[in-house]
């Protein structure tokens, strides 16, 4: 939705808009846009008399300014249908989507068509390091999107990207997520195929043939032609040579060898798709992968937010197993034997329901140590995560969870700090410590 407010900015219009809670970075690139932000949902913003409310799905019955709004009849809309109507119409789209790597992938696919000259439109779910903001209008033809498969509104319950009518689909992966409104993987499932039915004969699918999920997808109908990555007769990625390096080939035939900065499995993967998406509009895969060797990825996606003493704090978005998995796996490679301390704030609706709980021992298994903030759970972080043993750690209370991770880190370790919210803005918190911590330090070294 702040993606949204900035491309209204961007057409002209006057933005405000309101939510329950408002951190960075999103707010800071919503004031640097002129967006006004108001926090909470008090019925007296009807005095701004806009001329539409667009409403994000976070919005329920109940909510006091919405029923304000339908008491009084005012027009209001769903953000994917303003987005159809006022900015996607006759443009080629080219939407991202899967349960993990939408935001990456978005933002690769954006920086490749940029660095090629093509000046696309974007809406990224994140904020990009190569772009000074989430979303962008542009006068080109191009429009890339984050599509995302969570219901639209509480007036419309079809999945945001059926909005979107994309002539390029990137397939990612599919696992079971949201469990807060699908019942089980199938309804997900459903859900893209409702958006497969609609991607016309000219169009391209990119699809991950390492999912089966997304093989079940296409076999329910698919009318446009296909690419598969992860698959030796798709798009497939050698492996990495000491310096990260891998070559990317298509169909056996090799386009180059991909050199850049980002860590993990996952980024590859990310990578093959971004390469095909991009190569469906005409830019060829070695325009793609010189590009890629520029990339500096996404704020909140393994970013190092500081480094306080020896210890090196990191801020990420994972909230799913899977993506835990990864993103852990990816730091343990690019610091080796360091040690790796997990911080985990289980915020989501899927995750604080408990329905991925029993995968998460698993998921944090390359951690030396482990932090678990358990405020707000409706399941026993404790007994859930039993197997980890001695490397556990549990804390309801932020300020204690705090100074337990600065008693225990030392020189030369790296807190990698995971939620898909802003944490009770523990990174800089944690941060201020570590520095007071080394103040103390210095002053007793001193003193004596």
């Known amino acids: 939705m702040g993606g949204v407010a900035v491309l209204a900015r961007q057409a002209g219009h006057r933005v405000t808009g309101c939510d329950a809670n408002v951190y960075p970075p999103m707010s800071t690139?919503?004031?640097?846009?002129?967006?006004?932000?108001?926090?909470?949902?008090?019925?007296?913003?009807?005095?701004?008399?806009p001329d539409v409310f667009v409403i994000g799905n976070v919005v329920s019955r109940g909510n006091a300014l919405m029923e304000e709004i339908l008491n009084r009849g005012l027009p209001?809309?769903?953000?994917?249908?303003?987005?159809?109507?006022?900015?996607?119409?006759?443009?080629?789209?080219?939407?991202?989507?899967?349960?993990?790597?939408?935001?990456?992938t978005t933002s690769m696919l954006a920086f490749i068509l940029e660095q090629a000259g093509l000046n696309p439109g974007f809406l990224i779910g994140g904020v990009a390091h190569d772009f000074p903001v989430s979303a962008r209008l542009a006068n080109s033809q191009f429009f890339v999107i984050e599509a995302d498969e969570y219901d639209t509104a509480f007036f419309d319950k079809r999945s945001k990207f059926v909005h979107y009518r994309p002539r390029t689909v990137v397939l990612n992966n599919l696992e079971f997520d949201h469990g807060d409104i699908f019942a089980n993987l199938a309804a997900i499932e459903q859900q893209f195929?409702?958006?497969?039915?609609?991607?016309?004969?000219?169009?391209?699918i990119v699809w991950n043939a390492q999912s089966e999920a997304i093989e079940r997808v296409l076999e329910r109908g698919c009318w446009t032609p296909t690419e598969a990555f992860n698959a030796s007769h798709g798009w497939s990625a050698g492996t990495p040579d000491a310096s990260g390096a891998v070559e990317i080939a298509f169909k056996g035939e090799s386009f180059g060898r991909l050199n850049w900065s980002l860590a993990g499995t996952h980024n590859v993967h990310n990578a093959?798709?971004?390469?095909?998406?991009?190569?469906?509009?005409?830019?060829?895969?070695?325009?793609?992968l010189a590009a890629l060797s520029k990339f500096k990825g996404v704020k909140r996606r393994l970013e190092t937010r500081g480094v306080v003493d020896g210890v090196t704090v990191y801020d990420d978005f994972a909230h799913h197993p899977t993506a835990i998995q990864t993103t852990v796996a990816g730091l343990r490679a690019r610091i080796g034997d360091a040690r790796l301390?997990?911080?985990?704030?289980?915020?989501?609706?899927?995750m604080r329901m408990g329905l991925l709980k029993d995968a998460l021992p698993d998921s944090l298994i390359d951690a030396?140590?482990?932090?678990?903030y358990s405020a707000n759970l409706g399941w026993d972080a404790d007994?859930?995560?039993?197997?980890l043993g001695a490397r556990l750690q549990t804390h309801d209370h932020l300020p204690t969870l705090i100074e337990a991770i600065v008693a225990d880190a030392r020189e030369g370790d790296h807190v990698l700090i995971m939620s898909n919210g802003g944490f009770g803005g523990i990174h800089d918190k944690l941060l201020a410590r570590l520095a007071a911590r080394l103040d103390a330090c210095r002053s007793g070294a001193i003193a004596s």
Do not use: F, M
Request: hydrophobic share 40%; glycine share 12%; aromatic share 6%.
């Open 29 to 49: 690139q919503l004031a640097a846009q002129g967006i006004e932000l108001i926090e909470g949902y008090e019925p007296t913003q009807i005095r701004l008399k």
């Open 76 to 104: 209001y809309v769903s953000g994917p249908q303003w987005l159809s109507e006022q900015v996607l119409r006759g443009k080629w789209v080219q939407a991202i989507a899967g349960t993990h790597g939408k935001t990456t």
């Open 193 to 204: 195929s409702h958006l497969v039915r609609i991607v016309p004969g000219a169009g391209r």
């Open 272 to 288: 093959l798709a971004a390469v095909a998406a991009a190569r469906h509009a005409g830019i060829s895969p070695g325009v793609s």
């Open 341 to 350: 301390i997990a911080v985990l704030e289980p915020r989501s609706n899927t």
């Open 368 to 372: 030396d140590r482990v932090y678990c």
């Open 383 to 387: 007994g859930t995560l039993a197997a």
